[in-house]
């Protein structure tokens, strides 16, 4: 029996083969517990020779079991290094990582800006009914200012004939706040928007910031200070040395753009320097008619808006000499802004 086991466990090839091997000897009906058990039958002179070639025939085939096993898992272990081993003369793959696009990165710190200021974030949609976009801005029905934007038009509903855009200004959210929400009013409605336009300074579709603020008694004064703080603090200087110049808007009445000072010798931009005037944003005092659209009271509320253009101010705050390339979705000119997560 015990050479039988011996030869046996020696040419196991594998741990459950050892351990077949274990349970046919050891294990409840196994031969050497038969043999264990049989002991108790016998007298005491029996089992006093018996006992110790048993118990040693136990011990021995145990020995043996354990050595086995512990040489098989060895060589499992070896066969299983040689075949994961890792080959450090592969060059690892370049791990790729994202980063904050400059028009996010410039939103997020106007944002940061405005919120400090008091200023809610609101939202609107980009896909735009013309009441929102147009009419309720008081843009006059079939008036060429509808055509002035080079608004995108998606096709005309079957059923009802009507026409959505893609909102050419961030302003209807400035309608749709005041439609949804009581005075004081002080929010900035930053988004996508949309125009038929492609050159170095215009995309078709770009990023604006509306601002609107709706109180008792707001005033030109407060659209001033509120605008000339903010670009002092987006652009990180003391103080702006701006003008309001006379515009046009539908939907502002009296409207101004503003100019920054700069000096644009040499192919650089330096603001507050120079005699030259940098065109920065469009804003206003709300005109009547807009507040009366959206269920205001322009004899108790007044107040002022304005709109800027994100990746314009990207530009300029960042040096940036081509709007185009800012919507190519390629890695290295993000990556040769110095943008990083
Ligand atoms: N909506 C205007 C534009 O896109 C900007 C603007 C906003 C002007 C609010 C006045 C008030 O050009």
Not at 256 to 274: V, W
Request: with cysteine; proline share 7%.
């Amino acid at each position: 029996l015990e050479l039988d086991l011996i030869n046996a466990i020696g040419s196991a090839d594998s741990v459950a083969a050892v351990e077949a091997i274990r349970v046919s000897a050891l294990g409840k009906t196994g031969a050497i517990s038969g043999l264990l058990k049989g002991m108790g039958a016998m007298n005491p002179d029996e089992r006093r020779e018996q006992g110790p070639v048993i118990n040693g025939l136990r011990d021995r085939v145990t020995a043996a079991l354990t050595a086995k096993k512990a040489e098989l898992e060895a060589a499992e272990l070896d066969a299983r290094l040689l075949s994961e081993r890792i080959d450090l003369t592969l060059p690892a793959r370049p791990r790729r990582k994202g980063s904050v696009h400059p028009t996010m990165q410039v939103m997020d710190e106007m944002i940061a800006v405005f919120a400090e200021m008091g200023f809610a974030v609101a939202e609107g949609p980009d896909v735009e009914d013309d009441f929102h976009n147009f009419t309720a801005l008081n843009f006059p029905p079939k008036h060429p200012a509808r055509e002035m934007h080079d608004t995108f038009f998606l096709k005309p509903d079957p059923a009802t004939g009507e026409r959505k855009v893609l909102r050419t200004h961030t302003s209807p959210v400035q309608v749709r706040t005041m439609m949804s929400q009581k005075p004081p009013i002080r929010i900035i409605a930053p988004g996508r928007t949309f125009r038929k336009d492609s050159d170095a300074t215009h995309t078709p579709m770009f990023h604006q910031i509306e601002g609107l603020v709706i109180d008792r008694d707001i005033h030109m004064g407060h659209l001033k200070t509120t605008l000339t703080t903010f670009m002092a603090r987006f652009f990180e200087l003391d103080d702006v040395d701006a003008r309001f110049r006379p515009h046009h808007f539908p939907f502002t009445e009296p409207s101004a753009e503003m100019d920054i000072r700069c000096d644009r010798s040499g192919g650089k931009l330096t603001l507050n320097e120079g005699t030259d005037w940098l065109e920065i944003l469009g804003c206003g005092m709300v005109h009547p008619n807009v507040l009366k659209n959206c269920g205001i009271d322009p004899d108790e509320y007044q107040g002022f808006a304005f709109g800027m253009g994100v990746d314009r101010l990207a530009m300029l705050k960042y040096g940036i000499p081509d709007l185009r390339p800012m919507f190519d979705a390629d890695t290295r000119w993000l990556g040769h802004y110095g943008f990083s997560a």
